[in-house]
């Protein structure tokens, strides 16, 4: 079973930067795919980044590339999504999940991990 726990969310303005954190327990987590999604009140989860065990290979939802860079640290078993001119639309839940095998990285349902969530509030 793998534990995932995400960090750094808050409250900030429009235009200021966030890093969150994804912690994972499994010391294999050099073998996971790891996917960011965020689901607004009133939404359906949608896809944010992803990333490759490696951490070559990203994938972007659409119109988030530019603003956000996912990445990872494998040593320290997490990975982050760095947010840069955020905006009240990115207001949401943020969520990290991961799974060795993820046949399509932008559909939750690919992922059998999953962290409890973390709340970005963007106030304009």
């Known amino acids: 079973q793998v534990q995932l726990v995400e960090s750094g969310g808050g409250l900030v303005q429009t235009g200021d930067s966030l890093r969150l954190s994804c912690a994972a327990s499994?010391?294999?987590?050099?073998?996971?795919?790891v996917g960011w999604f965020r689901q607004a009140p009133g939404k359906e989860r949608e896809f944010v980044a992803a990333?490759?065990?490696?951490?070559?290979?990203?994938l972007y939802g659409d119109s988030l590339k530019g603003r956000f860079t996912i990445s990872r640290d494998n040593a320290k078993n997490t990975v982050y999504v760095q947010m840069t001119n955020l905006k009240p639309e990115d207001t949401a839940i943020y969520y990290c999940?991961?799974?060795?095998?993820?046949?399509?990285?932008?559909?939750?349902?690919?992922?059998?991990?999953w962290g409890q969530g973390i709340q970005v509030t963007v106030s304009s």
């Open positions: 999940a991961a799974d060795r095998l993820v046949l399509a990285t932008m559909r939750p349902r690919s992922y059998k991990y």
């Open positions: 499994e010391r294999m987590f050099n073998t996971y795919f």
């Open positions: 990333i490759n065990p490696g951490g070559a290979d990203t």
